[in-house]
């Protein structure tokens, strides 16, 4: 049996260290916004996005330690945004023009 | 504390009450992304199609503030998780320690928000208006979006702030169940999920076009 201080320092520790990492992704995030990556200025810097929110997910939010009926929740949530994204987009990149109420120039004459 | 008052109907047991509470959460949570997940949808689009003017737009947004927020919610779910952890080890002082802390950075959170927006309004980074600064396709789109998602994030962290400080309040008068239940995990998730939101709005909004 572990003594409460040992317990205590042992949680702040804890808590510390995934802190430590999540403070070195974010500051990669942010040396990497600087740098000259072209097209993969985005996609870099959202991959370090889901690197921050895998840690607080799984190690604050202990969505691996839930049950399988949570889990299976959360998916379902995500498949509905896959769902939005994937239609949405699977119609806006083959669509070869726009309707011109699509066009912001149209909604917003002052934006030149 | 006794386990009688921590179990409420229609319960039978604690730990059916508690997977319940925290299956309720996520239930919650599952919407909040669905909810989000529009409006990243609508940036998405506009991003595709007027990417030179995000990125022209993304230039004047405050990087500095951006990059201490985040920390800052960074750290304030560091402190929310030690308050959780504390809690199921019985250490009400720590508890409480955590939870003050985690208001404490939410509030500091808040502040630099205001001045930030206060230094928008100053530049006139309004969509619509008339010296808008920057002549070019879907900069205004750009901060319309920047205005309705930082403002819907900052209103779920005033939520959460209160949240977590009536809970501190009344863990500190000692008007709370919070051994044997889910309050302080379910609490805690839900802090959590505003933090993750804001972990994918700041490379959306700060970090283009440096």
């Known amino acids: 049996m572990k003594s409460a201080p040992a317990i205590l320092s042992g949680m702040w520790r804890k808590a510390a260290v995934i802190w430590a990492l999540l403070t070195l992704i974010l500051a990669a995030t942010v040396t990497a916004a600087y740098l000259d990556l072209g097209d993969f200025k985005l996609p870099v810097a959202l991959a370090f996005a889901v690197m921050k929110a895998a840690l607080v997910i799984v190690l604050f939010m202990e969505l691996p330690l839930t049950r399988a009926s949570t889990r299976l929740l959360m998916l379902t949530g995500l498949l509905f945004v896959l769902v939005l994204f994937g239609l949405t987009f699977a119609d806006r990149l083959t669509r070869p023009d726009q309707p011109a109420s699509f066009d912001a120039r149209a909604t917003f004459p002052q934006d030149r | ?210």
């Open chain 2, 1 to 210: 504390m006794t386990n009688a008052s921590a179990l409420n109907p229609p319960f039978d047991t604690l730990p059916q009450q508690r997977q319940a509470a925290t299956l309720g959460i996520w239930i919650f949570l599952a919407t909040e992304v669905v909810f989000f997940s529009g409006m990243f949808l609508g940036y998405s689009l506009y991003r595709q199609q007027y990417s030179a003017g995000f990125t022209a737009a993304g230039a004047h947004t405050d990087i500095l503030v951006g990059t201490v927020n985040t920390f800052l919610l960074l750290v304030s779910s560091a402190t929310m998780a030690v308050a959780v952890w504390a809690g199921r080890q019985g250490f009400r002082r720590t508890v409480l320690a955590g939870l003050v802390l985690t208001a404490g950075f939410g509030t500091a959170f808040m502040v630099l928000k205001a001045i930030e927006y206060h230094d928008d309004f100053s530049q006139h980074l309004i969509p619509g208006a008339a010296d808008f600064p920057i002549a070019r396709p879907g900069a205004q789109l750009f901060f319309s979006y920047y205005w309705i998602m930082t403002a819907v994030h900052a209103v779920h962290l005033t939520v959460g702030v209160t949240a977590v400080s009536i809970t501190a309040w009344r863990l500190a008068r000692g008007s709370l169940v919070w051994r044997d239940t889910a309050f302080l995990h379910v609490l805690a998730l839900y802090w959590h999920l505003i933090d993750v939101i804001w972990i994918f709005l700041f490379p959306l909004f700060y970090l283009l076009g440096r």
